[in-house]
Nanobody, 114 residues
Framework: QVQLVESGGGLVQPGGSLRLSCAASGIIFSIFGMNWYRQAPGQQRELVAITNGGTTRYADSVKGRFTSSRDNAKNTVFLQMNDLKPEDTAVYYC?????????WGKGTLVTVSS
């Protein structure tokens, strides 16, 4: 059974930082592309960071502020988020992708507000 469990969300002030984690089980973690998406209230889910091979692409809105990384030994992917803005408020989802397979976590809420 595949499980992706996100953690690390919460309330943060503008300009602050958070580090999200996504722990995976039930997959051969190292061969999956591990990606991050987010969905703001009333909006569609959007890509935040997508990793293909050794390259990670970021949404223009988060470039220079967010960094995705992974620890294959711990089956975990991270999203370091710096200089957070109110428009970053969303539920953040972890995605594991390989060929025609996609698995999703349940998400973790990030709220950026003063």
């Amino acid at each position: 059974q595949v499980q992706l469990v996100e953690s690390g969300g919460g309330l943060v002030q503008p300009g602050g930082s958070l580090r999200l984690s996504c722990a995976a089980s039930g997959i051969i973690f190292s061969i999956f592309g591990m990606n991050w998406y987010r969905q703001a209230p009333g909006q569609q889910r959007e890509l935040v960071a997508i990793t293909n091979g050794g390259t990670t692409r970021y949404a223009d809105s988060v470039k220079g502020r967010f960094t995705s990384s992974r620890d294959n030994a711990k089956n975990t992917v991270f999203l370091q988020m710096n200089d957070l803005k109110p428009e970053d408020t969303a539920v953040y989802y972890c995605n594991a992708h390989l060929g025609g397979m996609d698995f999703w976590g349940k998400g973790t809420l990030v709220t950026v507000s003063s």
